[in-house]
């Protein structure tokens, strides 16, 4: 199966700074998303993007389907942005697959 | 409408035990897909079903196998529980489009399994 690789695997924010996540694959990939891990699990959709950009308020994200990377971008953090970020997209073999996520923790 | 639903929240079992997770699919999506999220990893593909049949399977033994009903409803059993089996099971459901099978999936709460 593919490799997802996502970077930094841990990231320290203080509140109302702005953060990069990036997201790998080696290989292309169909569907890929973007999750919000809340400390009880539920994993909770932020984008869904094949490619492009898009943005939803202080959170916006980029694929380049062409070079298998995704970008996630937190702007003016906030510390209910903690929690785990994971991307993942669907392998030619069918197999939706995940990075091991990145943990985002915002300070006061 | 109504997101996806699994059941039971949390569990415990013994090792050697069989255990069924449930799964509801969100209103009107066809495709359901399980996986399995040991702590402090990301969630790995276990199998998905499409129509009642299984359209995809991850790196896991027989002793996981999965149903999906005319409702589109779905279980996961486990046969044989191992202690490594104690994780975060999800269930994911999406309906793919015209254009595309794979498309947008959504995840239920999940069910925590722990085997001792």
């Known amino acids: 199966g593919i490799q997802v690789e996502q970077s930094p695997p841990d990231l320290i924010l203080q509140e109302g700074a702005n953060s990069t996540l990036r997201c790998n694959f080696s290989?292309?990939?169909?569907?890929l998303q973007w999750f919000h891990q809340n400390p009880w699990g539920q994993l909770i959709n932020l984008f869904y993007?094949?490619?492009g950009t898009k943005q939803n308020g202080r959170l916006s994200a980029t694929t380049v389907a062409t070079e298998r990377y995704s970008l996630l971008y937190i702007s003016s953090s906030q510390t209910t942005d903690s929690g785990v970020y994971f991307c993942?997209?669907?392998?030619?073999?069918?197999?939706?697959?995940f990075g091991a996520g990145t943990q985002v923790v915002v300070t006061p | 409408e109504t997101g996806v639903t699994q059941s039971p929240t949390h569990l415990i079992k013994t090792r050697g035990q069989q255990v069924t997770l449930r799964c509801s699919s969100q209103?009107?999506?066809?495709?359901v897909s399980w996986y399995q999220q040991a702590l402090g990893q990301g969630p790995q593909f276990i199998f998905q079903y499409y129509r009642e049949e299984e359209n995809g399977r991850g790196n896991f033994p027989p002793r996981f196998s999965g149903l999906q009903f005319p409702n589109y409803s779905s279980e996961l059993n486990v046969n044989a529980l191992e202690l490594d089996d104690s994780a975060l099971y999800l269930c994911a459901s999406s309906l793919p489009s015209r254009d595309t099978f794979y498309n947008e999936q959504f995840f239920g709460p999940g069910t925590r399994l722990t085997v001792l």
């Open positions: 993007i094949p490619s």
């Open positions: 209103s009107g999506h066809n495709t």
């Open positions: 290989d292309s990939v169909n569907n």
């Open positions: 993942a997209g669907t392998d030619s073999w069918g197999k939706f697959q």
